[in-house]
């Protein structure tokens, strides 16, 4: 003979927040978890770490304005010059975000609710590209405030500030698509690491060597297009066609034509963003 038991379950009747609201309470989880927030101290080590390396050059520039009147670090090289901080960063964290929910196997769970694969793989890139841009960007604003406070002579360089910070959101979004996206095909965080970083070491030591070898060939024209192996010189090119800054390549070499850079920009963030999306619908399916 069977018993029904009341165990107390209750229907939810409180407030329904919507899709909007899961998304940037999962972009906010995401970036929390970033930064180690909420997490054990350990956690907070690396990227805390990388943060303070980052802001070193910045403090050195505001020395040096203050000491000898001179600016330091140019805001629109300042992604490349301290760029494997940025990708050690990237390589560091990326795996935080999306190793554990493949590992436990928990993305059914998400997706129970209203949340849709497009809302968790957006939330997640919105966590990683403001991330990534608050590492760029606070030590750049700092040596923006450092200059005004200071006041060298002859106006700030307000110009080259602001299109510093948006081509910065431009690499964050770039890096953020890529490293997500390279991190999601293992949920193994060492191996999620690793990924990442030999990605980086190769476009970067690929650079110098193909440049040099189409250079040395009398192929210029070609050798430029080597610099768009790299994301940093990439962006780079990007904004040396938009606003007109020098480019911070090895010896200043020459990049590609501004448009042709632009276009493989952003066919490279639709690539990422295209292989994120495709992966967890397949860890979806399953």
Do not use: C
């Not at 600016?71 to 990326?94: C, D, K, N, P, T």
């Not at 841009?133 to 110009?159: C, K, N, R, S």
């Not at 510093?164 to 959101?169: G, T, V, W």
């Not at 250079?215 to 070609?222: D, P, Q, V």
């Amino acid at each position: 003979m069977s018993e029904i038991y009341d165990i107390g379950y209750r229907h939810y009747d409180g407030p329904r927040l919507g899709r909007a609201h899961s998304f940037r309470a999962l972009a906010v989880h995401s970036l929390r978890g970033i930064f180690g927030i909420g997490r054990p101290a350990r956690s907070k080590i690396v990227p805390f770490a990388l943060v303070a390396i980052m802001l070193m050059p910045a403090v050195v520039s505001i020395a040096l304005m203050a000491l000898i009147k001179e600016r330091g670090i140019a805001y629109s090289g300042f992604a490349v010059i301290m760029q494997a901080v940025v990708a050690i960063f990237l390589a560091s964290q990326s795996p935080t975000v999306v190793a554990p929910d493949l590992r436990h196997r928990v993305l059914p769970l998400y997706l129970s609710r209203p949340v849709s694969v497009a809302d968790y793989v957006g939330a997640k890139i919105a966590a990683m590209t403001v991330a990534v841009f608050l590492l760029v960007a606070v030590p750049l604003t700092l040596i923006y405030v450092g200059e005004v406070v200071v006041d060298l002579p002859g106006d700030p360089a307000t110009g080259e500030y602001a299109g510093s910070m948006l081509m910065a959101l431009a690499l964050a979004l770039l890096l953020a698509a890529f490293g997500l996206a390279l991190a999601s095909f293992t949920p193994r965080r060492g191996l999620g690491v690793a990924s990442v970083m030999v990605v980086y070491l190769l476009s970067s030591a690929s650079v110098p060597i193909v440049y040099g070898t189409l250079y040395s060939t009398g192929n210029e024209a070609a050798a430029s297009w080597a610099w768009l192996l790299n994301p940093f010189w990439l962006v780079d090119s990007v904004q040396s066609w938009l606003f007109g800054t020098p480019p911070h390549s090895i010896e200043g070499a020459a990049y590609p034509s501004g448009p042709v850079s632009l276009a493989v920009l952003v066919l490279l963030i639709a690539i990422g963003l295209g292989a994120l999306a495709l992966r967890y619908r397949k860890a979806a399916a399953r």
